[in-house]
């Protein structure tokens, strides 16, 4: 019962995930519900392991049916590796309490930034070509790397909402090119975990097949409405974001 629940959890976090980013508010809390007498680094890492199928399906599923503009997201995908290794790595330096406090306010700003912009990412009409754009997205994908190493909640939809303001991009194309950059940080996060033993394989496999069966009807919900319906999405859930993290940091 506990690996049906956690696998249902894992489902739904793939088809959010597929669309806009935020799968690990799904699946996060069901692991620490679940398994409450095991350590938070085993269940970070075993949703990593998890996910990060999911996230590479979906990635997939829009490289077919999107045009990702590869001459600026190799390079980021390359910056986001190692951005996520510096942060993993400083994590073990450094306190993060910080960011916990900070978190809910930055992405307070995001939303009300969304909301009040009404046609923020609905037309597709980059703003970047050629080595300006590799540039931006390349620091793009090292700074959000950076983060989700160091921290993580809310990597997707960082990706997505700088992607929009700063590229020019639409929902759906930004999300596109987020997938393959949150594989990157997965990566290089999951590297860390399984090093020190902190993923649970056996448990890692059943969710990722779950996850990439919420991923691929998410991926094709987001391909069918459009940049619209991933706009809403993307509000639903920093929405949810905020209420998670600000309740984390000042309510726990």
């Known amino acids: 019962m506990e690996l049906l629940f956690v696998s249902l959890a894992s489902l739904l976090a793939g088809f959010v995930d597929a669309i806009v980013g935020g799968g690990g508010l799904i ?5 620490f519900a679940t398994y409450p007498g095991a350590s938070a680094a085993t269940l970070l890492g075993t949703n990593k392991s998890a996910s ?16 990702l503009r590869w ?38 700003a995001v939303l009300l930034y969304t909301l009040a912009r009404k046609d923020l990412g609905r037309a597709h009409a980059p703003r970047y070509a050629g080595r300006a754009e590799a540039v931006v997205a390349g620091s793009i994908g090292l700074l959000i790397g950076f983060y989700d190493g160091l921290f993580g909640p809310g990597t997707g939809s960082f990706f997505i909402f700088l992607m929009v303001r700063l590229l020019g991009y639409d929902f759906l194309h930004a999300s596109a090119h987020a997938k393959l950059l949150n594989v990157c940080s997965n990566v290089a996060a999951i590297v860390l975990f399984g090093l020190r033993g902190h993923v649970w394989w056996h448990v890692a496999l059943v969710l990722a097949l779950a996850n990439v069966a919420g991923s691929l009807l998410g ?3 987001a391909l069918k409405h459009g940049a619209g319906f991933v706009r809403g999405v993307f509000i639903v859930v920093v929405v949810a974001l905020i209420l998670k993290t600000g309740r984390d940091a000042f309510w726990p």
């Open 27 to 31: 699946l996060v809390p069901a692991l």
């Open 71 to 108: 001459r600026a997201l190799l390079p980021a995908m390359a910056l986001t590796l190692i951005g996520s290794f510096l942060g993993a790595w400083l994590v073990t330096l450094i306190s993060t309490a910080f960011l916990r406090k900070l978190l809910p306010l930055v992405l307070l």
């Open 219 to 221: 991926t094709r919900l």
């Open 52 to 67: 990060v199928w999911g996230t590479a399906f979906s990635a997939t599923q829009y490289a077919r049916r999107v045009e």
